[in-house]
């Protein structure tokens, strides 16, 4: 699979909620290295560990975060501001849970629909706590170099979010 038809899968998740993968798609999926960092990512997550995504992103500008979400360009290299990033989103969610239901991988991409929940506790986004218990998704794409991810873009259904946490 060329990484156009991934994304156009990938774009195919986030929007139409695809229930179920070819068998081709979810033998290769399951078995990527790709979808085998995502695991990593998520187990690092949910144990708080973050410095568990230094073995999971790459260092310095080797790595790059193309989300507008983590922040606009600084000098803090894009790994850390990305720890730093979710280390907020942890303070605010304290039970953040990360799961995933979907992962396209080929070659040196992976595509992945991740599932965060939590009871929101502390200031996230300009809302002040609500303790509400909320689900969000986002969806992610990422590029791998040297086993490590390298390139990471993604959506955040920061909308959902939001109207959860304001009604």
């Known amino acids: 699979m060329n990484r156009r038809k991934l994304i156009i899968n990938a774009c195919l998740v986030a929007t139409s909620g695809i229930a179920a993968l070819s068998s081709k798609m979810a033998a290769s999926a399951t078995s990527s290295p790709g979808v085998a960092l995502i695991d990593r990512l998520v187990e690092g997550i949910n144990s708080r560990e973050l410095s568990k995504l230094d073995q999971i992103y790459a260092a310095g500008s080797a ?11 600084s000098s803090i290299p894009a790994r850390e ?3 730093s990033y979710l280390a907020q989103r942890i303070k605010a969610f304290p ?8 992962a396209f991988a080929s070659d040196d991409m992976v595509a992945v629909n991740l599932i965060w929940r939590g009871t929101h506790k502390g200031d996230y986004l300009g809302i002040a706590a609500t303790s509400k218990k909320v689900t969000w998704n986002s969806t992610d794409l990422f590029r791998i170099k040297n086993g490590l991810f390298s390139d990471h873009w993604g959506a955040v259904d920061l ?3 939001e109207r959860q946490l304001r009604s």
């Open 159 to 161: 909308y959902g979010l």
């Open 63 to 73: 790595y790059s975060n193309h989300q507008v979400l983590v922040g606009a360009p």
């Open 95 to 102: 039970d953040i849970t990360l799961s995933y239901d979907v």
């Open 81 to 83: 501001e990305f720890k």
